[in-house]
C-alpha cells in the first residue's frame, strides 16, 4: 500500500511581505534590468568605429598636442582610428556644446582643460559644464609659468615685482583672453603681490605667446605645454612656476612659493570628457583604454615633454576635481569683479 503522501509546508512569510508589494518590486527590477541592457550590448562591442576627440582651441597648441599625442596611442589600444577634430571658437564653448549634445556612446569626447570649469561664471554656456558631461579620464596636469621677453631686465620673480611697484600699470601681462587660466593666475598674482600690471587679452593662447616673444607685450603666465619650446630656445625667459612643487620639464625655474609668493599654486589640467549619461560600461573601457596608452614609455616621455605631471585618477576623482575648480574660480572671478568681453 503506498505511503500517504503529505504537502510540504510553506516557508512562514515575513510578517511585512504582502503579496502585491513583492509583485510590485519584481516588475521594478525586471524594468531596470531591461533599462540596463542596451547599455551593456553597447559597451560590449564597443568601439566598432573610429572614436573623435574634439578640440575646443586651434591646431598647434598645448590642448591640440595632447591630444594627438594621445590619440596616436589610444587607438592602437582601441583597434579603431582616433580622429583629433579642432573646433575652436567663442571661449572654448562652440567645442564643449557638440560634445554635450553628442550622443553618448563613446565615438565623440572633448579635450577639456581646467578653462572648461572657469567659462560657466564668465558667460552663459548653452550647455551645465559639470551636469552635461560624464568624466572619463585626467591626462595630466601641468603648472602655469610666468614667462617674460628676455629683453625685460627682471631676472627673477623678486626683480619683477620691484619693476611692478615702481612702474604701476606700465608693466603688462598677456591672457588667451578675459576669464581664461593664463588671466585669472595673472590676478591671483596681482592680489597676492599688491601690484598693478596691465591684462592684455588675446584671442588665443597661441597669439598672446606671438606677441610676448616678439616682444609687443612683456609677459604672461602660460600652461607649461604652451611656453616650454620658447624657454628652451631662448625666445622666454621663465622666471616662475605655479606648481607645488618644481615642474620635472623646468627643474631649474623656481616655484612660486620659493620665489617668496605664497597662495597661488595653479595647475592646468587636461582631461577627456564625454557626453552625459555615457553608459558606466563605455566610461570604464575608455578610462581603462586612456591608463593603458598612457602607461607607454613613448606616450609618457611625449607628455612630460610638454611639461605635464601625469598623476593617475579614477573618472570620480577626476569629477570631484572638476567640481573644486569650478567653485574655486567662480569665488575669484567674484572678488576680482572680473567680466567677460
Known sequence: MPAERHPLPRPALH?????????????????????ALPGLALAQ???AQPVRIVVPYTAGGGSDNIARALGT????????PVVVDNKPGASAMLGAELVARAAPDGYTLLLADMPHTITPSLYKTPYDALKDFTPVALIGSSPLV????????AQSVKEYIAMARARPGQINFASGGTGTATHLAGELFKQQTDTFITHIPYKG?????????????????????????HIKSGA??????????RSPALPQVPTMAESGVRGLTVLHWFGLLAPARLPPGIQTALHDAVARAMATPALQAKLQ???????????????AQMETDAARWARVIKERNIKAD
Open 15 to 35: 510578517p511585512s511581505f504582502h503579496p502585491a508589494s513583492h509583485r510590485g518590486l519584481q516588475r521594478r527590477l525586471l524594468i531596470l534590468a531591461a533599462a
Open 45 to 47: 562591442k564597443w568601439p
Open 73 to 80: 596611442e589610444l587607438s592602437r589600444e582601441l583597434g579603431q
Open 146 to 153: 610666468l614667462a617674460v621677453n628676455p629683453k625685460l631686465k
Open 205 to 229: 593662447s597661441g597669439q598672446a605667446v606671438a606677441d610676448v616673444v616678439a616682444g609687443h607685450t612683456e609677459s604672461m603666465f602660460s600652461s607649461a605645454p604652451t611656453v616650454i619650446p
Open 236 to 245: 622666454l625667459r621663465a622666471l616662475a612656476t605655479t606648481g607645488a612643487q
Open 305 to 319: 615633454s610638454l611639461g605635464l605631471e601625469l598623476t593617475p585618477r579614477t573618472a570620480a576623482e577626476f569629477g
